[in-house]
């Protein structure tokens, strides 16, 4: 379960137990365990930043499905417990979540809502994590939390001097958090949609779009685009083509590229 599908079944249920109880005798709890843990303080951390009062517990309660002939309930619980079983499991589970959360998306939000959820690549645990949100009350202010504390979504910050308008971040961006105009004149950032993939940072070659090292819960309750740069728009003085750039350049990426490769194939210096 990611930390969104927990936040969101805490909210929907008001009260959540994992039963840490077979963890003891599970082959593959060295795995499975830590991360549990690591996703339910995460998910505890950011429950509080939003003032809700949902409970999340972890029990020993050591849940059998039946009460009858325990013992041979407890070897078949045991025996099913392979990996095989669990990637299983885990896609009945987010089948299941895909029903559950398109019934509540229908019920829930307004038309304006289920129409940019449809226009956008975002996955089902964030459509889940939108609409539990909408159900609960806002906070009576917008805490800031770590960023580093927040696994599944980001804030970005973009230094203007050194982006060089090549299109890649937003281009490359799979839930088009990161998105232009047309005219590539601009770039924007929604931050609800981002699922911190971090792909965008890895292909900025000037590691020009970075990390903010604080989040503000005001994105959950009042998601906003933001601009995070706007671009020149001009025709290349060489090819003719209209291109962006944040600087005074006549020539777009490409052709400046070409010009630069001629010019050190043939030793030509800038005084020259
Ligand atoms: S932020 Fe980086 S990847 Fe995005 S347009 Fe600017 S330079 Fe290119
Ligand atoms: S980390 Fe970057 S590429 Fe990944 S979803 Fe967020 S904005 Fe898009």
């Known amino acids: 379960m990611s930390v969104e599908h927990i936040i969101s079944l805490a ?38 930043a939003m003032e809700n009062e949902a409970e999340i517990k972890l029990e020993d309660v050591c849940f059998i499905k039946e009460t009858q002939n325990k013992e041979s309930d407890r070897r078949d619980f045991f025996n099913s417990i392979t990996l095989g079983n669990v990637a299983k499991g885990k896609h009945a589970f987010e089948a299941e979540v895909k029903k559950a959360t398109d019934e509540l998306v229908e019920h829930t939000l307004q038309k304006e809502d289920i129409a940019l959820l449809k226009k956008k690549r975002v996955p089902e645990k964030r459509k889940l994590f939108f609409t539990a949100i909408k159900r609960v009350s806002k906070p009576s202010q917008f805490h800031i939390v770590d960023a580093n504390e927040v696994t599944f979504t980001s804030q970005k910050l973009l230094n203007e001097d050194s982006c060089t308008a090549c299109q890649m971040c937003y281009r490359i961006c799979p839930t088009g958090a990161l998105t232009s105009d047309i005219k590539n004149s601009k770039i924007d950032f929604d931050p609800f949609l981002c699922i911190k993939c971090s792909i965008c940072h890895d292909v900025c070659e000037p590691d020009a779009i970075t990390l903010s090292s604080s989040y503000n819960v005001k994105e959950f309750f009042e998601p906003a685009v933001q601009n995070l740069v706007s671009f020149k728009v001009r025709r290349c003085d060489e090819c003719n083509v209209i291109f962006s750039t944040n600087s005074n350049d006549k020539m777009c990426y490409r052709c400046k590229a070409e010009d630069e490769e001629a010019r050190s194939l043939w030793g030509i210096t800038e005084d020259m």
Do not use: R, W
């Not at 039963?19 to 339910?40: F, R, V």
């Open 11 to 48: 909210i929907l249920k008001k009260k959540m137990v994992f039963d840490m109880g077979h963890c003891d005798s599970c082959s593959i709890a060295h795995k499975c365990k830590p991360q549990i843990l690591k996703n339910y303080e995460e998910a505890t951390y950011i429950l509080s």
